[in-house]
């Protein structure tokens, strides 16, 4: 497999014979305005440019989209995205949703799919604890399976939880991509993964190797990549957990 970090949670993933789309937050830089009660007010979204272009982006087979959020798919998205392409979506509602932005080949993830012998299964997580998770609402992974590859987990919009936990234990998988920018309101815990909960992760799947995505694209993101790699670094961990830049492609 071949996994390209493109901006935020956007990946172009190539796996076994099929290429997909993950989490399509396609707009030009600084579209949109902050999001609301949260830190650097200062700043619009995105905070950076795409790395290549679009037309380069959107050569897949499939898309998922994990979930609804403005940062995982956009009105950019939804504009340059042919009509009819495949799009997996994590429950019937976001289907319905995304359908009635004029895509008719959606399919919910709720029983898994298959893409000729790829078999792929939705996971659970938490986008966040308490009030702040809650207005959240749901998220999902997803993970992809197939005989001549080795097992992968996108982990999607979720904090370090038992759900991740369970994915690990459940798929044994020996790539795993996580969102790890901490994002956060003024109030409450972060709503995606701190440099503690990647760390977290790396203890429960220390034979993995972890790929931290989410980065530096949007404003309420607090944790840097220099920190992170800092981190990484002080624990000695800087080949089982990856940090790539916008663009930069790992193979499997
Ligand atoms: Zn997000």
New binding site residues.
């Given amino acids: 497999m071949n996994i390209r970090q493109i901006r935020?949670?956007t990946l172009v993933i190539q796996y076994a014979d099929r290429k997909f789309l993950i989490d399509p937050f396609l707009a030009e830089k600084g579209t949109f305005p902050p999001f609301p009660n949260t830190p650097n007010q200062e700043l619009s979204n995105p905070l950076v440019s795409l790395p290549t272009s679009i037309e380069e982006i959107i050569q897949v087979d499939a898309v998922f989209v994990t979930h609804l959020?403005l940062?995982?798919f956009d009105d950019t998205a939804k504009s340059v995205l042919p009509k009819e392409i495949k799009i997996y979506a994590q429950n019937e509602k976001d289907a319905e949703a995304i359908k009635k932005e004029g895509f008719y080949n959606v399919e919910a993830l709720t029983n898994g799919a298959s893409i000729g012998s790829i078999c792929i299964t939705r996971t659970n997580g938490k986008h966040g604890t308490g009030e702040i998770g809650m207005r959240m609402g749901e998220v999902c992974g997803v993970v992809f399976k197939h005989p001549n590859e080795k097992t992968l987990y996108i982990a999607g919009?979720t904090i370090w939880c038992s759900d991740v936990q369970d994915a690990i234990k459940t798929h044994t998988p020996e790539v795993i991509v996580v969102?790890g920018g901490a994002?956060q309101f003024l109030q409450g815990d972060p709503i995606?993964m701190t440099k503690e909960d990647i760390y977290e992760t790396y203890m429960h799947a220390q034979h993995s190797t972890i790929i931290v995505s989410?980065m530096e694209s949007?404003n309420h993101c607090l944790l840097t990549r220099k920190e992170l790699k800092a981190f990484i670094a002080e624990k000695e961990l800087s080949g089982n957990i990856l940090v790539p830049d916008d663009g930069q492609t790992y193979l499997f």
Avoid: L, P, R
Wanted: a negative charge; glycine letters at 0%.
């Fill in positions: 935020n949670a959020h940062d995982h919009d969102n994002a995606i989410h949007v």
